[in-house]
Every structure is written in C-alpha cells, then in structure tokens.
C-alpha cells in the first residue's frame, strides 16, 4: 500500500510540473508551433507576390564582351555589338549614322521580349529618306521577339555599370541601325503604331531621342521618355554629330493584362519593403497575407478551436490534477489515522 501510493504521488507531481511549464511558456507549446507555420506561409506569400508581380518574366541576356560572338568594338568611349539589322547606304554618301529601336517592359520596369503578347506587330513609319535599308520605311518589330529574329535583342541602351563605358551589360533593345547618310540628313520617324490580338495590353510609355551624339545610357526608360510631340518625329545631322537615336518605350498595361506591378526604381529588380512584400502590390495580395498568417479581419483565427486546443495539454486539465492530489491527500490522511 505505502509502495502504490508513492508511485501515484510521484506520478502525479511529474504531471503538474509538465503543466506548470507548459502553462509558463510564452502561448504554450501549441502556440509556438503555430507561430512557425504562420511564419512560413507568410513568408511563401511574399515571396509569391513579389516575383508573381508581373504577366512576363524580364529576358536576361547579357552584353557580349570582347572575344565573343557578337561583340564588335568599342573604346574608352563607347562599345559596340554586332546587329543583323544593321545595314550601309550605297552609294555611301557621308558618315551619317544611328539606330530606331523599340524597347518593351513588363509592368515592372523590366525588358521583356514579347511572349506574352503573341501576334502583335509595332510599326514605325520612317519615310523616304532611308528607302534603301531593307527593314526600314517602316520598321516592323513582332513579337514575341524570340520567334521571329535570330538576335532579339541587339542593343544595350539604359543603365549603367562601372565595368562598362555604355550600358548596364544586359541587352534591352532592338533596332534597326543604319549607315552611310550624308551628314546633313533629316531622317524622321512616325507615331509609333501597335496591332494584333494584344495591342491594348501595351502602353506607349513615350520616345527617348539623343540627336547629334553617342547614346547615353545613364537615362530612365520610364521616366525619361517624352510624347512623340515633346521629340518631335525627326533629327538632322550635324558635321560634328552625325549620329543620332531613338527608342521607343513601351510597356505592358496591368489594368489590361490583370496584374497591378510593382514599384520599381528601373534598374531591372523590384522594389521590395521591409516587411519583404512588394510595394505597390494589389490589395489582395494584402488578402492573402492575412490569410497566410491565419488571421481574418476581425482579427480572429481562421481555425477557429483548433489553435485555442493547441495550446492546451491534452490528457489533463490543471482541475483533474487538483483532484488526483486531494485524493492522495486523504488516503495518506486515512492510513495515519489507522
């Protein structure tokens, strides 16, 4: 009997000492497990949202250095890529030369190629002046990109880098480039025209044009565009310039293709806030974190009872361990008084 009793008492002192730290615990066992699921599935949304931010993923195709294909010249000042749409006037009449280039971004800022928007053909009247080049009066540019030119993307127009003179080193552009005008040539170019299934998922974001020098590349695609009536539609050479570009800036519309972007600093990444969601994301992406980290607006649990029993020990209850003691409390009670 004395041996029985004394089993039962350390028995039960084990059980209130697992419950007095399971109670002491910051939200008990079951709370700290759900904490580190609801962690992960908002850190699974974050991540979701901010690289499911855009209908297109960006085209990555680096610049090509010296010694390979593709690569052509360059200098201290200035580098040049081979372009199988670069063509010489002959007769040749003068060192006039320069590029038409078109550029397409997703709603994040960032070059695309165009597999998104299939069937669709920009147009770029270029007038009488450059007859002679066989992709131009007009330049044509069809997308996706991929599916219709050997080098889809022929030109590093913006962004900078410290181990380049021109160019971020990421191809983004494609172009026609033309050479052999005389120097005193005016060559215009029409409003830019977009058709097919999807032209009204594409903006005109605007023209980007740098007569009479060699391209800059540290300029915004976005936010240095102008309307084809801040450029005017033409340049004319110069004998001290005689190069002379232009791109136009175009970029998917999320209104038209359902995904609302990301702030985006242009430099080809995101913007992303601290909390690691994507700024500027769609009010339910906010939805699906909330979702994530199993709360609901009135700030409630989405389980319901199932979080509330995590954090309780199942088997016994702090009131049947206080019965279990006052019942071995008596029968010691009872054996003295015998």
Do not use: C
């Not at 215009?188 to 058709?195: A, K, M």
Request: proline content about 4%; charged content about 25%; aromatic content about 6%.
């Amino acid at each position: 009997m004395h041996r029985g009793i004394a089993v039962l008492a350390f028995t039960l002192t084990g059980l209130v000492f697992i419950g007095v730290v399971g109670l002491a615990a910051p939200g008990g066992i079951g709370a700290d497990s759900a904490t580190i699921t609801a962690s992960a599935s908002t850190i699974e949304s974050d991540v979701s949202e901010a690289n499911g931010s855009v209908s297109e993923d960006a085209y990555v195709e680096p610049a090509p250095e010296e010694g390979e294909l593709y690569y052509e010249a360059g200098d201290d000042d200035w580098v040049s890529y081979i372009n199988p749409r670069d063509e010489y006037r002959s007769p040749y009449l003068g060192d006039g030369s320069g590029k038409i280039g078109v550029t397409l971004l997703n709603e994040a800022g960032e070059p695309i190629v165009g597999e998104s928007v299939p069937d669709t053909t920009v147009t770029i009247e270029t007038g009488e002046k450059l007859d002679w080049h066989s992709e131009a009066n007009p330049v044509t540019v069809q997308y996706p990109l991929t599916d219709h030119y050997d080098r889809p993307l022929d030109s590093d127009q913006f962004g900078t880098t410290d181990d380049l003179v021109q160019g971020d080193g990421y191809m983004d552009t494609h172009s026609i480039e033309m050479h052999g005008l005389e120097e005193n040539a005016t060559i215009e170019y029409g409003e830019v025209q977009i058709e097919g299934e999807h032209a009204d998922k594409i903006d005109v974001v605007g023209y980007i044009e740098q007569p009479n020098e060699a391209w800059d590349t540290d300029v915004d695609a976005i936010e240095d565009a102008e309307s084809y009536e801040e450029v005017g539609g033409e340049w004319t050479y110069t004998p001290d310039g005689s190069h002379g570009q232009v791109v136009v800036v175009l970029q998917l519309d999320g209104d038209e293709t359902g995904v609302d972007g990301v702030e985006n600093d242009h430099s080809g990444t995101p913007v992303v806030s601290e909390t690691g969601s994507a700024e500027g994301s769609s009010d339910d992406g906010d939805e699906s974190d909330d979702s994530a980290d199993g709360e609901r607006d009135d700030g409630e649990s989405d389980d319901g009872d199932d979080t509330d029993d995590a954090d309780v020990i199942p088997g016994f209850g702090v009131p049947a361990v206080i019965v279990a003691l006052a019942l071995v409390a008596l029968a010691l009670t009872r054996r003295q008084s015998g």
